[in-house]
């Protein structure tokens, strides 16, 4: 969603998008058709792409499940939704009708916490620039991706 916008403003410098996610293919369609997306996706289930970038993943904690549970709570907010803070990661999940099923759930046990990371690559396959989502912040970076204009100029220094 965000990183559609991103994407189009990335393009008017020259950068291409691609996004990867940790899902199979046909659960990938499904929850973009529901979620759309401006730009190319691409599904890698065991996570091949975000081991070769480096990109960690995190077991389960109390600390990681309370920075989750605290992004809900302000989107809950965000979203004017009145429900309690314990309630909020359903009452926004029920908004578009998408409904995790047990694949899902069974992707969320083997994979636990997949953090996410940016990368400028460059047309050689070197990675120019880079942010891994709690890599500065620890938890509180949850969830916490990077702005259009560090992007932009990431990738305007990058094309000097």
């Not at 529901?34 to 904690?61: C, E, K, M, Q, W």
């Not at 690559?121 to 970076?141: F, K, L, Q, T, Y």
């Amino acid at each position: 969603m965000q990183l559609g916008k991103t994407a189009e403003k990335l393009q008017q410098v020259g950068v291409e998008t691609l996004a990867i996610v940790g899902s199979k293919p046909e659960r990938a369609r499904f929850y973009f058709r529901f979620r759309p997306v401006r730009h190319p996706v691409g599904a890698d289930p065991d996570l091949i792409t975000h081991g070769a970038y480096g990109v960690p993943r995190s077991a389960v904690t109390p600390e990681i499940m309370q920075a989750i549970n605290g992004v809900y709570r302000n989107l809950a907010r965000e979203l004017k939704l009145e429900v309690p803070d314990d309630q909020a990661r359903d009452a926004v999940g029920r908004l578009d009708g998408f409904e995790v099923t047990e694949s899902e759930n069974a992707e969320f046990q083997r994979h636990q916490i997949q953090f996410t990371g940016q990368f400028l690559v460059d047309r050689d396959g070197i990675v120019r620039w880079s942010n891994i989502e709690c890599a500065r912040e620890g938890p509180a970076g949850i969830d916490k991706f990077p702005t259009d204009d560090e992007l932009l100029a990431a990738a305007r220094a990058l094309a000097r």
